[in-house]
């Protein structure tokens, strides 16, 4: 593949909802620039984006795929996401690094939560969106509503510059707005000849028409100008016109297609090559710092690692874009996020799963390198001599958890290296080893993406694993006042120990953690032992006394004891002071606390009376509802105890057309009917380990 320079270069994310058909359409992209002699399909497991393992398995993409198409001079970067939400931080790369986003939608089914994920996150870029409309040659599918849906959802400026004909089985013309002309596709081979308007349709387009140009006048004052004084656009001003302003994002046009007759997808790419922007129509990129890159200039050159991915026989594969500047095989580059330095190997242009070495990828491209010694995904790779940082991506917390477990001890260090790995795969997914739990927790954004990491760790570091329920980490307080004396003495031949302790224990406000005070008077307490018994208190609090869970927003004043002259000692004193909290609070009416999370939950209408009854069957407190255009956001408070696999939960109880996002909130008291059962789970468990 030759060089391209930055103006002939269109990086464009193809994202939408699950299912909605945008590995199809990737195919049919492929298909027509005559990158493959047959459009693959998902179910027979020969699509060029969708070659992983898991993705065959699983019929569905489970990670963004780069594939570069030559059309036209012009080089096509299509990045195909996956559309489940448990792969969001791939569609959210891929987005970040393109400069327009391709959102799919199903005839069938019109937009649904998916695309206002998307418009979202192209909105959140600042890159211009379009819509295509697919899967028009299936029996109920609908354009003029799916159109009029989006229209609702995001405005007037969705601008439709096409119309199926025959929309349905054997669906293969479309109308053609700016041409006023209808396509006809025969063979599946993506080339289409024009035929005059039928009759019945042409009164429309000619609206269409209108209202398309009044559109692209009203996006520039020159164009209105022209528009007030002839009543018309040529053709040129109309072209330019219409480019500015979706590149400007002034204008957000839809097309329609159908991936597998290959219907409207060559058309598609034409325009794409016409009115998509190139890296060089948008604005340059800003380091961290506030330093405006220049694409051309290769001293500042500039690389944002934005995916790392492991292939088999090839090793781990960092896929970039080039900001400024240009990347070479075997130049030197500084990451200053790891403050080191990365000597590049051979540097390729991605198809799928094929690579095609190249020697340079100029700014604006994207292409990928193998064996990075110290950069993974979210590093800048930069000039040596002007080191700068780009934003990485910003991914969404997660929202299911589950405990590893090893089927075979020994080998926790094996999982934590395969869990470090996979992490660097897809940052969404985390993973700790929880010291207070003695559990290695992974955290992420849906089951069906944990099991792919679960399938991952056995196929590729060969260990075996089970997925389990998290421990919660509850917190032990007191709600009332108390006090205690304690009293440790200790002879038992050769230097005894002796200390006594009096302690005044109080409830503070949640998150104060444990306060330690001393209020000694006289001299019945030496002051060097002062630091002694809050060591005692601290371990005190650690252990808990109500079910074993740390304590805490406790204040503990030290008023009073006694001391020996010769048998007082550190070690007597962080027993006396340990003792006398235990018994002080165990007199202040203990209690258990628990993690509360917040959870925004949006959902259609249809579906609200279903997720608010499971939410208050959860112990949920419902904060308030939104309405944002289809849907409304409601938010919650509930335990996490009651959030384990709520987002497979909600997928069920809203056939997948809501999402929800949790972060922890805040500790709350546990009700005491629940706490009584609590304790007895807890000492059960602890009795059968």
């Not at 899967?135 to 995001?154: I, V």
């Not at 349709?201 to 164009?223: F, G, I, K, N």
């Not at 991506?393 to 090893?406: C, K, L, R, S, W």
């Not at 805490?552 to 007597?572: E, L, N, Q, R, W």
Request: with cysteine; net charge negative; charged share 25%.
């Amino acid at each position: 593949m030759k060089d391209y320079l930055t103006k002939d270069i269109r990086n464009v994310a193809i994202v939408g909802h699950a299912s909605s058909g945008k590995t199809a359409l990737s195919e049919a992209m492929l298909h027509s620039a005559g990158l493959t002699t047959r459009i693959g399909t998902i179910a027979e497991g020969n699509t060029k984006s969708d070659y992983r393992p898991e993705e065959i398995e699983r019929q569905c993409s489970v990670g963004t795929s780069l594939l570069a198409i030559e059309w036209q001079e012009t080089k096509l970067n299509i990045l195909d996401t996956p559309g489940f939400t448990d792969f969001v931080g791939d569609a959210l790369s891929a987005v970040r690094v393109s400069d327009t986003g391709l959102i799919v939608v199903d005839g069938t089914h019109g937009p649904e939560m998916g695309t206002e994920n998307m418009w979202h996150f192209c909105q959140e870029y600042h890159i211009p969106r379009t819509f295509v409309v697919t899967g028009l040659d299936k029996e109920h599918s609908d354009f003029h509503k799916a159109f009029n849906r989006l229209k609702e959802a995001y405005g007037n400026h969705v601008t439709a510059l096409q119309l199926p004909v025959n929309e349905g089985i054997g669906f293969n013309k479309i109308v053609d707005i700016i041409r006023k002309k209808t396509l006809v596709f025969k063979d599946g081979s993506g080339k289409y000849t024009m035929e005059d308007l039928p009759a019945e349709v042409a009164d429309e387009v000619e609206t269409m028409y209108t209202e398309l140009v009044e559109q692209v006048a009203e996006s520039d004052e020159d164009l209105m100008e022209k528009y007030f004084d002839q009543g018309e656009l040529s053709e040129d001003d109309l072209r330019h016109g219409l480019r500015e302003a979706i590149i400007h994002k002034q204008i957000f046009p839809v097309f329609c297609t159908a991936a597998v007759p290959n219907v409207g997808v060559s058309r598609l790419l034409e325009l794409i090559e016409k009115y998509f922007p190139s890296p060089a129509d948008m604005p340059a990129a800003i380091a961290e710092d506030g330093t405006e890159l220049h694409a051309d200039n290769v001293n500042e050159t500039a690389a944002l690692i934005f995916k790392t991915t492991s292939e088999a026989h090839v090793g781990e594969l960092s896929f970039f874009r080039v900001y400024a500047g240009q990347i070479t095989s075997g130049m030197d580059m500084a990451n200053p996020v790891r403050s080191g330095t990365e000597r590049l190997g051979h540097v390729y242009s991605i198809n799928g799963h094929d690579r095609d070495e190249v020697h340079a990828i100029n700014a604006g491209d994207i292409g990928a390198t193998v064996k990075l010694k110290i950069s993974h995904t979210g590093d800048t790779l930069s000039h040596p001599k002007n080191p700068v940082t780009l934003k990485a991506t910003q991914f969404p917390t997660p929202n299911i958890q589950y405990a590893v477990v090893a089927k075979a001890k020994g080998e926790e260090d094996k999982i934590s290296s395969g869990l470090s790995l996979l992490h660097e795969e897809d940052p969404t997914l985390l993973y700790e080893v929880d010291s207070e739990l003695h559990q290695t927790v992974l955290s992420g954004q849906g089951e069906l993406q944990i099991n792919v990491a679960f399938a991952k760790l056995l196929e590729r570091f060969k260990v075996q694993v089970e997925l389990v329920e998290p421990k919660i980490a509850y917190r032990e307080t007191i709600k009332g006042k108390g006090e205690a004396r304690y009293r440790h003495k200790k002879q038992s031949g050769g230097a005894g120990q002796f200390a006594e302790v009096m302690l005044r224990v109080e409830p503070l406000k949640r998150g104060s953690g444990i306060v330690f005070e001393e209020t000694l008077v006289g001299q019945n307490v030496d002051r060097v032992f002062v630091p002694s018994v809050e060591k005692g208190i601290i371990s005190a609090s650690e252990e808990g006394f109500v079910a074993g869970f740390p304590i805490v927003d406790v204040k503990a004043t030290f008023y009073d004891g006694k001391m020996h002259p010769v048998d007082s000692k550190d070690i007597a004193f962080q027993i006396a002071g340990k003792g006398a909290f235990r018994d002080a609070c165990k007199d202040s009416k203990p209690c258990l606390l628990e993690p509360i999370f917040e959870i925004e939950v949006r959902v259609p209408e249809d579906y609200m009376g279903d997720v608010m009854g499971d939410l208050t069957s959860k112990r949920g407190r419902i904060l308030g509802m939104d309405a944002d255009g289809h849907y409304q956001v409601l938010k919650a408070k509930v335990p996490q105890a009651n959030l384990f696999k709520y987002a497979s939960t909600l997928r069920s109880l809203t056939q997948g057309k809501a999402s929800h996002k949790q972060k922890f909130s805040n500790y709350s008291e546990v009700p005491k009917e629940e706490e009584g059962r609590l304790i007895a789970a807890l000492e059960a468990a602890k009795e059968e380990e």
